[in-house]
């Protein structure tokens, strides 16, 4: 979803006006926070569509569409009623005031709606062992993406917090800013919960980029070797894709779109590269070699992007049950 294009956002937005505020809502509940802002956010914009638009995106139901111009009357009220159908008054709320009135929300559940630029300037300025007891709350890729808009000195500090911690108090989380407050406004009923160590922190290092991870790892290392080694036992990168066994490759290049993992294997080494072409089609495997030889210079940056999407889509198979990811000790991450 996060590759997704400007036009899939609006067809994607479209398609779940058109669909109606229940059908809308269940789709809403299998998607992810990113996701269903990405989308709301373009619904909220959305007011009406060309009859071809329409048609194209609903091109089962085309004799209806041929008459439909606006989607709803009030697409700010579709909006919050899907999304209160969906999350719920409280998460639904949060993303409401952000997305049609611009209002400020509080607690850790809406840090998950903000942009990561907002989050790191919320919380910069925090003990780092509380922003560490934040980031373990928040998605991997997300708690990543604030890490790296936080100088080097801290960034390894909280990742080297977020390795050790083996449990949240309640009263750890006191000394937030007021925009945390409400979250501990059940504080005393709150149970010890386990969040945090070696395999949180490698999850978030997994989305560092090669760079920034080696900088990370290596200055943990320099402070606590078994620590470090902990952490990267537990790391799955892009190069540990050779490691699937072909039947999780083949599962996983059907989850990948073409362009993406011409840019991601821009950046690959020949076990990976071979690995990936002996489970395509003899078909696929020359398109993608020549794509690959015809494809000019890509920024660094957008080669870890796509690697990451990649990535991504390997531990979503992965917790589906659907493939296995070996790590170091075979462990399925």
Known sequence: MSAMSEDGLLDSAILLLALGEDAAAEVFRHLTPKEVQRISETMARTRATSRERLAAVLDRFHADSSQLSTLVGDSDEYVKTVLRRALGDEKAGLLIDRILQGGDVSGIESLKWMDPQAVAELIRGEHPQIIASILVHLER????????????????????????????????????????????????????????????????????????????????????????????????????????????????????????????????????????????????????????ESKGPVKVSQVETEQKEILKTARRLADEGLISLGGANDAVL
């Open 141 to 292: 890729e997300q708690a990543s993406s604030i890490l790296l808009l936080m100088g080097e000195p801290l960034r390894i500090e909280v990742m080297a917090r977020i390795a050790t911690l083996d449990g949240i108090q309640p009263n750890a989380l006191r000394e937030l800013n007021d925009v945390l407050i409400d979250l501990l406004a059940g504080g005393e009923k709150l149970n010890r919960t386990k969040l945090g160590g070696s395999k949180t922190a490698a999850e978030i290092l997994n989305f560092f980029g090669s760079s920034n991870e080696s900088v990370v790892l290596d200055a943990i290392r320099s402070q606590d070797p078994d620590l470090a080694q902990r952490i990267a036992d537990q790391m799955f990168t892009f190069e540990d894709l050779a490691r699937l066994d072909d039947r999780a490759m083949q599962q996983l290049l059907r989850e990948v779109q073409a362009d993406s993992l011409v840019v991601a294997l821009k950046g690959a080494d020949t076990k990976l590269r071979d690995k990936i072409f002996r489970n395509m089609s003899q078909r696929a495997a020359e398109t993608l070699r020549d794509d690959l």
